[in-house]
């Protein structure tokens, strides 16, 4: 499995953090690294670039890093590792809670941070790799999901999935361990814009979660994220 090739975007105001992050990472092997030290450039730079993966600092002149991230999770749904001299719990939560994928506290090794986006990656990789096996089954120790037949199995029964809540399903999957805002969702999903989604995009999710969660009402596989969106959790 090849993820050397992968897009690597990373965002810091902090030029030598720049240079030695970016070293680092093509020692071990990521031959498409580019960096940026301007916080609100960064933005557009991202929507040009489509990486793979953004490493990106909080604390940033004119705009913040959990800002940054508002902006980008509107088009971009890569995983997202924030890089912080904050240590504070609040701190870690806030930039997970708002569509970050992982932390890493200042000071810190650059090889962790590469060891962390391989893994990111990897996880992505495996995770494609299970939808583009012929017979498209997904499995679970919970349930199994036959995304050639339609269905889910769970507890012995099966669970027959509409042709929305297969797609939606299957975008989920796709992007699990992401938080995908409901905006998200509905572009790719429904195809449209958000505008008069909200109650669909509900309905849809507590169906998915009757056929597929052990307990719907206290779900671990589809996390709400409050005021953001909606996560599958591998």
């Given at each position: 499995?090849?993820?050397t090739?992968?897009k690597?975007?990373?965002?810091?105001?902090?030029?030598?953090?720049?240079?030695?992050?970016?070293?680092?990472l093509?020692?071990?092997g990521?031959?498409?690294?580019?960096?940026?030290?301007?916080?609100?450039?960064?933005?557009?730079?991202?929507?040009?670039?489509?990486?793979?993966?953004?490493?990106?600092?909080?604390?940033?002149?004119?705009?913040?890093?959990?800002?940054v991230?508002?902006?980008?999770?509107?088009?971009c749904?890569?995983?997202?590792?924030?890089?912080?001299?904050?240590?504070?719990?609040?701190?870690?939560?806030?930039?997970?809670?708002?569509?970050?994928?992982?932390?890493?506290?200042?000071p810190?090794?650059?090889?962790?941070?590469?060891?962390?986006?391989?893994a990111?990656?990897?996880?992505?990789?495996?995770?494609?790799?299970?939808?583009?096996?012929?017979d498209?089954?997904?499995?679970?120790?919970?349930?199994?999901?036959?995304?050639?037949k339609g269905?889910?199995e769970?507890?012995?029964?099966?669970?027959?999935?509409?042709?929305?809540?297969l797609?939606?399903?299957?975008?989920l999957?796709?992007?699990?361990?992401?938080?995908?805002?409901k905006?998200?969702?509905?572009?790719?999903?429904?195809?449209?814009?958000?505008?008069?989604?909200?109650?669909?995009?509900?309905?849809?999710i507590r169906?998915?979660?009757?056929?597929?969660?052990i307990?719907?009402?206290?779900?671990?596989?589809i996390?709400?994220?409050?005021?953001?969106?909606?996560?599958?959790?591998l």
């Open positions: 499995m090849d993820i090739n992968n690597i975007l990373i965002i810091d105001d902090e030029d030598a953090l720049l240079i030695l992050l970016t070293a680092v093509r020692k071990e990521f031959t498409n690294v580019k960096s940026i030290n301007d916080s609100v450039n960064s933005i557009h730079l991202c929507r040009t670039y489509k990486p793979d993966l953004i490493l990106l600092d909080i604390m940033m002149p004119n705009l913040d890093g959990f800002s991230l508002k902006e980008i999770r509107k088009f749904m890569c995983p997202i590792i924030f890089l912080s001299a904050k240590s504070e719990e609040i701190d870690k939560l806030l930039g997970l809670g708002i569509g970050g994928d992982d932390y890493v506290t200042k810190f090794s650059p090889k962790e941070v590469a060891f962390r986006i391989k990111h990656l990897r996880r992505i990789e495996l995770t494609k790799q299970s939808f583009m096996k012929e498209y089954i997904f499995e679970t120790k919970d349930f199994k999901v036959d995304l050639k269905e889910i769970k507890d012995g029964e099966i669970y027959l999935l509409r042709a929305k809540e797609k939606l399903l299957k975008f999957i796709q992007n699990s361990n992401i938080i995908l805002s905006e998200q969702i509905v572009q790719g999903v429904w195809e449209d814009t958000f505008t008069g989604y909200d109650n669909t995009i509900m309905v849809h169906k998915l979660r009757e056929k597929l969660e307990l719907p009402s206290n779900p671990k596989y996390i709400t994220v409050k005021g953001v969106g909606y996560k599958f959790i």
